[in-house]
């Protein structure tokens, strides 16, 4: 089935301890989509300046991303500039021109609107609501992303979007921000109160936990030799999980666990390289490889 | 068969964000013992003072843990006081005072020397390594703790060390100390080439990435509703592992994924309470139950 993502579109200045690179291909609905892409049909829905490089979005359409809700407005890109710590898991934003996405309005394409799987990309909540009023019929599946300061400045609207969603994809301190619970289990079960069936609480470096009607599960990260950027990690674990589940048509306790995994997977290939750079790399059987890596990873003989 | 543990043995004063314990009975051998006594049959050598209470003494009898090898010296029991942070994970030791332990010659009696499975836990590597050469033969298996005041002050007897042991538990942030690599796979590796050939990194809440000769694997924490107190979680993990692996009397791929599960499982009743309050009140029954929980939350099928 189609999975329609709504969601940023950036260009990116990173610096980590070993290196720097500038005006790298970013944004939530970036990350997302591309990751998605491998498993299913994806939609895109998202708002560019006149200054979006050509062949960025020739990156994204040859992975068939379907780019007919891609809108170009007057103005610049979105632009973030963003420095890793040493430890890597702890970034500063340097500089935020929301620019076109400051007055971004997303508009659903007709074509769209009766996609089955639905993924909100971090945003004001909002505007996440009003992209699901705009859907011809209930999507089957819906999943929405956000972070602390719609947490700490939007939490009505907030409340109101997860009682319209089967699953909410939040970071451990987010999630405690949220629920003000220091335990991720009880955390978790707090924000499924709230309406999600399933909440999957983003570790980083540590994988996964996710609380669900179908079963909790844990998942760790796929090992790596050296992380050289997580950007948008957490957005590719998210296309992963959204794609794979997209591609089965099915959300159940086998499927959210596989999909979970080529998540993971996906994430692992994200924080290899810059941007996109490492994914482009990559080959579905590469991905399928690596999962059946982390499947015999996390494999406990009874 | 039997496992052997060297360690310490102390009285704690502990300080969480929710309560305050005086006086409870803690130190490493402590908590190692007494998780693996659910297993195997368990031999302890350490140090206590005259002070040390009747009903800590008690106390390990009553797992049957044989107590021939405990020393009662002159002076007092080795103390030690923590407080935790608010996140649980970081603590500041307020108070050490070595008493009896400052001066401890372990001595491994006669009817242990043989035994196949031996813990060494976390103390001077020059004591660790004494110990090994009491044995009257290599034991079949032997692990060690350690910790970063010896990776920062004794590391060439640590490396002596390393190359005797089939096995080294260490947590995440004194693996990368001691390796000076950012990313645990590498430091896993790094310190397999020192000399064992299992490397067990524990990452607390985020549970264990284990770097082995029989296949890397990844285990998460058993998630928790309220952590209570953390200590003794790392010491109890080993006990978990050693216990389970003594009771087999083979390390192999499966008997060591187990094993490391059935230590995930024990601190997780660590947490739950202080000093051994929680594991007190369970039963291998419950353990097992737990164990098969695990089992189901980490399962992801192909």
């Known amino acids: 089935m189609s999975l329609l993502c709504v969601g940023s ?25 591309y990751a998605a892409s491998y498993f299913t049909n994806v939609q895109l829905v998202g708002v560019v300046g006149k200054d979006f490089p050509p062949e960025y979005r020739a990156l994204l359409a040859s992975r068939e991303i379907d780019l007919s809700g891609l809108e170009v407005a007057d103005g610049k890109t979105f632009r973030w500039t963003g ?16 620019n076109v996405f400051g007055h971004f309005n997303p508009k659903v394409p007709p074509a769209f609107q009766n996609t089955d799987f ?27 992303d956000t972070m602390n300061l719609w947490i700490e400045t939007a939490r ?3 409340d109101t979007l ?7 994809v939040i970071n451990d301190s987010e999630a405690r921000l949220y629920t003000d619970q220091r335990e991720l289990l009880p955390a978790g079960k707090a924000l499924q109160k709230k309406g999600p069936k399933t909440v999957i609480i983003k570790k980083g470096e540590h994988g996964a936990l996710v609380v669900s009607n ?31 589940l997209a591609s089965t048509g099915t959300v159940n306790r086998d499927t959210l666990r596989r999909a979970v995994a080529y998540g993971s997977v996906v994430a692992s290939y994200t924080c290899q390289d810059f941007s996109l750079d490492c ?6 059987q590469q991905i399928d490889q690596r999962f059946r890596e982390l499947l015999e990873m996390v494999h406990i003989p009874a």
């Open 9 to 33: 579109i950036g260009i990116d200045t990173v610096e980590t301890p070993a290196a720097r690179r500038e005006s790298i291909l970013g944004g939530s609905a970036v990350y997302f989509s």
């Open 83 to 98: 420095k890793y710590h040493e430890n890597m898991n702890d970034r500063d934003t340097l500089e935020v021109h929301l």
């Open 118 to 144: 639905l993924f909100l990309a971090n945003t004001v909540p909002a505007q996440q609501l009003q992209v699901l009023t705009q859907m011809k019929k209930r999507p089957k599946f819906v999943a929405a």
């Open 156 to 158: 009505e609207d907030l």
């Open 162 to 168: 997860l009682g319209k969603i089967d699953a909410l």
């Open 214 to 244: 179908e079963g909790n599960f844990s998942i760790p990260a796929h090992p790596l030799e050296q992380v050289v950027d997580p950007t948008g990690a957490g957005d590719t674990f998210a296309g992963g999980i959204m794609g794979y």
């Open 279 to 284: 994914l482009q790399r990559t080959s579905r």
